[in-house]
């Protein structure tokens, strides 16, 4: 990644020398109480994403942003794709999907997480490229998402060996319940290659799963090429990577608490 900027965002290497997309992802800012976030308890994000969308070249106006909610949830909920002309709803500008995907230039792709990754896409086309945002949460993995989201770029003609993924970063260690384990097992087969443990806590026994690392493992699985997407070495974790001064370079819900600012990342394709 190269060197953070003010605000604190950057753009992931793998991205970089690109020109028809726009990626940045955003840092915890140690200077600043509410820090760069896409969204907390009690917080308004409409500057940061305004300021995003200006530093992104964008028009704030034309933002998606996704709000995932999963539980009690027996499938994925349907991802958007955008066509020529889209606004989003002024009264409610969240979108309630578990991905989101577009061709449509302009428009701003965004998400904000705590813990778990997200996986931004980039896929050439003959006509204009793709982008997308999937969560990789263990529920929706559980439930398919990543499945579903590969679907949804096959209808738009994605080509996986030109196309490009970013996991961002997540907490290294997951911990489950040994019952939700075997919700993920049920749908890959590789899942305990990813797993730690199991222990017991409170009585109930747990294992920690490598979030990171399972969802780069169903990228590969899809067919993206390895030299496509980030390296196993370069996955971070939000929870203990810090900088050469020890602040964290990540919000963590689980290191600072679920009122903690959120992580984000946002793409756009350039007009």
């Not at 760069?36 to 994403?49: A, E, I, Y």
């Not at 590969?220 to 390296?231: D, K, R, T």
């Not at 196993?232 to 990540?250: K, S």
Request: proline content about 7%; glycine content about 8%.
């Amino acid at each position: 990644m190269n060197a953070t900027v003010t605000p604190p965002i950057f753009t992931p290497a793998i991205f970089e020398g690109h020109s028809r997309v726009t990626v940045a992802m955003t840092t915890a800012d140690p200077t600043c109480e509410d820090g760069f976030s896409f969204g907390r308890v009690g917080f308004d994000p409409s500057h940061n994403l305004a300021t995003l969308a200006e530093w992104m070249g964008g028009d704030p106006a034309l933002i998606a942003q996704q709000r995932t909610y999963v539980h009690g949830q027996s499938q994925p909920l349907t991802r958007t794709v955008f066509e020529p002309g889209w606004q989003p709803d002024e009264t409610n500008p969240n979108l309630s999907c578990d991905s989101i995907v577009t061709q449509q230039p302009g428009i701003i792709l965004v998400c904000s997480r705590k813990d778990a990754p997200s996986s931004l896409v980039y896929s050439e086309t003959a006509g204009s490229p793709i982008i997308g945002i999937a969560m990789s949460g263990w529920k929706t993995l559980a439930m398919g998402n990543l499945d579903d989201f590969y679907a949804a770029l096959s209808v738009l003609g994605a080509d996986l060996s030109q196309t490009l993924v970013w996991i961002t970063d997540g907490v290294c260690r997951h911990q489950l319940p040994q019952t939700c384990l075997d919700e993920l097992r049920a749908r890959y087969a590789f899942t305990d290659e990813y797993v730690f443990g199991p222990h017991e806590e409170d009585g109930v026994s747990k294992a920690s799963l490598d979030l990171n690392a399972l969802t780069r493992r169903i990228h590969l699985e899809a067919g993206v090429p390895e030299s496509n997407i980030n390296s196993a070495e370069e996955l971070v974790c939000n929870q203990h990577t810090t900088d050469h001064e020890g602040h964290p370079l990540f919000y963590s819900a689980r290191r600072d608490g679920a009122s903690c600012p959120s992580n984000g990342a946002a793409m756009m394709i350039k007009a």
